[in-house]
């Protein structure tokens, strides 16, 4: 046995299989039968396994649709070009949204632009508390106090009272008054935790951060640093940020101002003097057209054109929050 295995092995060049027995041939023959049938059940293993990674990562279909804030939608000077936003999305904003607004003084910036802007560009940018009209659904001081007054954590009890009642309410915001000026660190990380517990809890509702409006303390003040952390936050976190203090810092023309010192009422250092003796809205206001370049409307302490630009940003806002993807 072990001879004739051993010569069929070693056949010479032109001998015929005929040599090695019926039982070794065999032999052979099974052993590659054999390989082969232990190596299927591996091949299939590994094949499923590099099927399965590649899919779970690459297959388009397991990604779910997009929401358009699933990553941080930061709202600044960069979006104050009103003519940029299309109509069928301004039409799709007044159709999905249901909004309360919570705020003081400062904060009226944003819906007195609005109200101006309707005279100056028409009711295609109407919004009334209910939507009546085709307008859309802005209920404005629809909560008492601001981010800061009376307190600052009452507009977070405020807000799970009035969502209970009003649970049709898809969009919160809230503006601040002065008080991101005077805040700590904790302070803010107070508002922040408070933001994120309600969205956990509101998981249908938009809440929208903001930051404090400037007020002439510059870059290395206490309210630049503050509002730097609510960025900082709303970016890594994927959070919605109206960036009001951004807005305060460029003109139309994209000018900025931020370093200068500027305040809520748009005044700035132009020499370096510790003085702020110039006012780069009345600047640009008086270089432009009212009626044209700008409109006319109520501005808490503050120049028209601020709160003009206010309105703009709201309707990229309110755009992008129905599903415009800003393109």
């Not at 104050?80 to 009226?108: R, V």
């Not at 109520?298 to 206010?310: D, E, F, G, I, T």
């Amino acid at each position: 046995m072990f001879n004739s295995l051993y010569y069929c092995r070693n056949k010479k060049p032109g001998e015929a299989k005929i040599y090695c027995r019926p039982e070794e041939r065999s032999f052979v023959v099974n052993f590659d039968k054999m390989f082969i049938m232990r190596a299927i059940p591996l091949i299939l293993i590994l094949s499923v396994v590099f099927s399965f990674g590649c899919t779970k990562e690459n297959n388009p279909d397991d990604v779910p649709e997009e929401d358009p804030t699933a990553s941080d939608l930061i709202i600044d000077h960069r979006y104050t070009k009103l003519t940029s936003i299309p109509a069928a999305s301004i039409t799709l904003a007044k159709q999905k949204l249901h909004i309360a607004y919570g705020h003081t003084s400062h904060g009226s910036q944003l819906t007195d632009g609005m109200t101006g802007l309707v005279t100056f560009k028409g009711s295609a940018f109407s919004w009334n508390n209910g939507g009546s009209g085709g307008a859309l659904d802005l209920h404005d001081y629809a909560m008492t106090g601001d981010l800061g007054a009376p307190d600052r954590t009452s507009w977070a009890t405020n807000t799970r009272t009035y969502l209970a009642a009003n649970p049709d309410v898809n969009v919160i915001i809230w503006s601040w008054c002065g008080q991101v000026s005077t805040s700590t660190a904790a302070d803010i990380t107070t508002y922040l935790n408070l933001m994120s517990a309600l969205e956990t809890d509101f998981k249908k509702v938009k809440f929208v951060y903001m930051t404090g409006h400037l007020d002439g303390s510059g870059l290395s003040g206490n309210l630049h640093l503050r509002n730097e952390q609510i960025r900082t936050y709303c970016k890594e976190n994927k959070k919605i940020l109206f960036d009001f203090a951004d807005i305060e810092c460029y003109n139309p023309d994209g000018t900025y101002f931020g370093a200068k010192k500027p305040n809520d009422a748009c005044d700035y250092d132009n020499d370096g003097n510790g003085t702020l003796e110039s006012n780069w809205a009345t600047q640009w206001q008086s270089s432009h057209t009212l009626g044209v370049d700008w409109f006319s409307c109520s501005s808490a302490h503050s120049q028209p054109l601020n709160a003009n630009q206010k309105a703009y940003a709201a309707w990229w806002l309110w755009a992008r929050l129905a599903g415009w993807d800003g393109n």
